[in-house]
């Protein structure tokens, strides 16, 4: 495979062989090597100014040792060291837990969820079952702000259709950001938002969780890809 790929470089990102490093991968050795290959792609190939490096959790904080250890104004030192989008997004929910531990999130997932489960998504570490947790609390929260909204007519009725419309035949997202009353109606629910955050610290705590999950939710929906050389460890 990786004869069959050698030297099929594009512009867009896309996934390819790569030498197999016959070594142990949590080996600082190891590691090392794979970024110095990665360098010389970088250079002499792609003639790139700054490798971009994607690492899994227990490999990401060995590599990043091993980037600030490197002589001032090599390749190496210049290299970006990033987290895959499940691991980094892992983390992101742990801060998410994290910040709401004794704000009543906990009690509110057990719920749904048995407590020993509920520590493992407070964690982030129960992935899937932390973005459904998520996604149903900030719905109620949703929910709740909605009502404090002064809605139209036209825009209660804007809701129900694009509501009823994923039955059947699902809006892209193009379609939605492009709809007006959608953009005005979110520009009434963001200042009902603005008004619950100035009645007191509890109130900004849970419209900073909505933003956080919003951010959680915009996250997964792009696609991370980069132009740049990426090698994924």
Known sequence: MQSITRGQF??????????????????????????????????DVLQQKSLIVTFDQPLYWKAREIVAGAPAGSLLSKSVIRLGGFHLLMSYLGAIGYLMSGS??????????APLSVEK???????????????LATSSLATVILESVQLTKDEVDCIKNMTMSFMDEPPSLLALNQNTQLKKLSEKFGATME??????????????????????????????????????V
């Not at 999130?105 to 969820?113: D, H, R």
């Not at 008004?195 to 929906?221: C, D, H, I, N």
């Open 121 to 135: 998504i407070m964690q982030g570490h129960a992935f899937a079952r932390a973005v459904r947790g998520h996604l």
């Open 10 to 43: 594009s512009e867009k990102t896309r996934v390819i062989a790569l030498p197999f490093i016959n070594a142990p991968p949590s080996s600082y050795d190891t590691i090392y090597t794979a970024l110095h290959y990665a360098g010389n792609i970088c250079k």
């Open 104 to 113: 009543g999130l906990k009690e509110l997932l057990s719920t749904i969820y």
């Open 195 to 232: 008004l619950l955050r100035s009645k007191g610290p509890t109130a900004q705590l849970w419209v900073q969780y909505f933003k956080m999950v919003s951010l959680m939710k915009e996250y997964m929906q792009r696609d991370p890809g980069t132009s740049m050389l990426t090698l994924n």
